[in-house]
């Protein structure tokens, strides 16, 4: 299978699927989508942005024991980022690492077990996770799709993540009375208000020097309508980004509204869940076996800053991880993926599901 997955990697890696051209979404789920003839396919469709599910018999399972999940979508790149290539025993090229190596390896594992393994194994097909998965995974759960666990093929360097921060984007709209700038007393200027809330803000959420697994707040853009030097402004912005950890869910906004002053408020724009799922899970424990098992060694179990589609799953009580081969360079012009830990990956998940009962 190790030459099958390579060369389906690159046939992925090809096609320029960002979410600026639409055509090459549907393009690259019908290419990840022809080793699946046998299977049946459930497609989804959402403001144009094209998905699948893919399982065995006819009738899609209530609650599929497991689900793989592959996005199939890439940041834009430059044009030669599309020509996959091998080199020092790396595949480079744009999605080589996020994440359609894993991608190619989950479809062709699907294909060799889901018709032998004595459970339901569903396999998860998505065009829209580097921009949130609302249209893909969201949606695909919106219309009743669950699983008792999912593994997501994102980039972990073979460790386990089991943890991901949730996102709040949120901006806090300072009100004021405008006056002439020399007649400051006349008024009430908008942006001391803002002063006064970054003030409370740098106490509670100081700036991290170094990396730390801890709930974040970056202060992205601070504003006002106001043009002019010769005016007290009436009105100031603040746009936050806040990352939060799972233990801080409960908290978060109210220790936001905790730090208002009088004249401000908070207006959440976007609330997305963090991603959890307890280390002691019995799908974590056998998949950890089964790399113990092909590495030789106990992989780590891991949390990650950014966001992935299980934090979907997780919002309606289905557990997963994300776990995928080793590489680096995701977003970067220097993007690859180990092919050894392609073929390490593959090993590791036909171990895993064949353990499962």
């Known amino acids: ?41 459930e497609r989804f469709e959402k403001n144009g942005v094209p998905s699948a599910l893919v399982y065995t018999g006819a009738i899609r399972p209530k609650r599929f024991k497991i ?17 996959p290539f091998e080199k020092g025993g790396k595949l480079w090229g744009r999605g080589t690492n996020d994440m359609k190596a894993a991608a190619a390896a989950e479809i062709l594992v699907f294909k060799e077990l889901a018709k032998s393994l004595p459970y339901s194994l569903g396999l998860q097909l998505v065009t829209d996770e580097e921009i949130g998965g609302h249209n893909g995974a969201k949606y695909q759960i919106e219309k009743g799709v669950r699983a008792d666990f999912a593994i997501a093929g994102e980039p972990t360097d073979m460790d386990i993540n089991n943890q991901s921060k949730g996102v709040i984007w949120a901006k806090i709209n300072c009100s004021g009375t405008s006056a002439h700038g020399a007649y400051p007393w006349n008024g009430t200027n908008a942006l001391w208000k803002a002063h006064r809330f970054l003030s409370a803000l740098r106490l509670v959420y100081p700036v991290p020097t170094k990396e730390v697994w801890k709930t974040t707040v970056n202060v992205a853009r601070i504003e006002t309508s106001n043009g002019t030097f010769n005016k007290v402004p009436d009105n100031a912005s603040i746009w936050l980004d806040i990352r939060y950890i799972p233990k801080d869910t409960d908290t978060v906004i109210d220790r936001l509204d905790a730090m208002l002053p009088e004249g401000t408020e908070l207006d959440i724009i976007v609330q997305e869940p963090c991603q959890f799922t307890r280390k002691n899970n019995e799908y974590i424990a056998l998949l950890s076996g089964a790399l113990q098992n092909v590495l030789k060694k106990k992989p780590q179990i891991i949390v990650k800053h950014g966001a992935a589609d299980i934090r979907h799953f997780n919002a309606v009580d289905c557990d997963g991880v994300t776990w995928g081969p080793v590489g680096t360079g995701l977003h970067t012009d220097n993007e690859w993926v180990s092919i050894k830990s392609m073929i390490e990956y593959v090993q590791t998940l036909q171990i895993f599901l064949k353990t499962i009962s």
């Open 1 to 41: 299978m190790s030459t099958d997955v390579l060369s389906f990697s690159k046939s992925l890696i090809a096609i320029e699927s960002v979410k600026e051209k639409p055509a090459m979404l549907k393009r690259v789920l019908e290419e990840a989508l022809k080793p699946l003839s046998g299977f049946t396919i």
């Open 67 to 83: 689900l793989l999940n592959a996005h199939l979508d890439v940041v834009p790149a430059k044009s030669e980022q599309f020509k």
